[in-house]
């Protein structure tokens, strides 16, 4: 049998206390909100060394991902980054202030504004995003490719729901 971790100890402590209840979710769910926490720590991190908060992160990303010229509408970034307009627009204005995005009227439409990364941002989020994918590779070390191919299936198949 494998080790034991924290979410078997908590599980067997519940179904002591209350044999009553199925904790079978506790055994899934806990691991995730668990993992999730190291997760979170280690995108701070790799984040942090580039000098980017996650929010910054998630808007340059976004633009990183567009292509070249690296430019979106302000409704296609809040629509990647699941933020509202308001919180958007502050954000981009942030982004500006710093320097790693500009603001311009969009060519094809007078009225409509595209953001574009500069070359401080596109540096920054490049720099990110390896950082990023160095990170997240050590937290998956122990699993062999097929098992994280696995895993990765299992929690898209339960993500569908919620995306």
């Not at 979170?40 to 991190?45: C, G, I, K």
């Not at 509202?84 to 409509?112: A, C, K, W, Y």
């Amino acid at each position: 049998m494998p080790a034991s971790d924290e979410v078997d100890r908590i599980v067997h402590a519940w179904l002591r206390e209350r044999p009553d209840l199925d904790f079978a979710p506790l055994q899934v769910l806990s691991r995730v909100a668990r993992l999730s926490k190291h997760l979170d720590r280690a995108r701070r991190t790799a984040f942090s060394r580039s000098e980017l908060e996650s929010w910054e992160f998630d808007v340059l990303s976004a633009l990183r991902r567009a292509g070249t010229p690296y430019e979106l509408s302000p409704k296609a970034l809040l629509l990647q980054t699941l933020v509202s307009s308001g919180t958007m627009t502050n954000r981009i204005d942030r982004l500006v202030e710093r320097g790693l995005v500009t603001r311009r009227t969009d060519p094809h439409d007078g009225r409509g504004i595209l953001v574009g990364m500069t070359s401080a941002g596109l540096a920054r989020v490049d720099a990110a995003i390896a950082r990023l994918v160095d990170a997240e590779a050590t937290l998956l070390h122990g699993l062999s490719a097929g098992d994280q191919e696995r895993l990765a299936g299992l929690l898209r198949k339960l993500s569908l729901d919620f995306d």
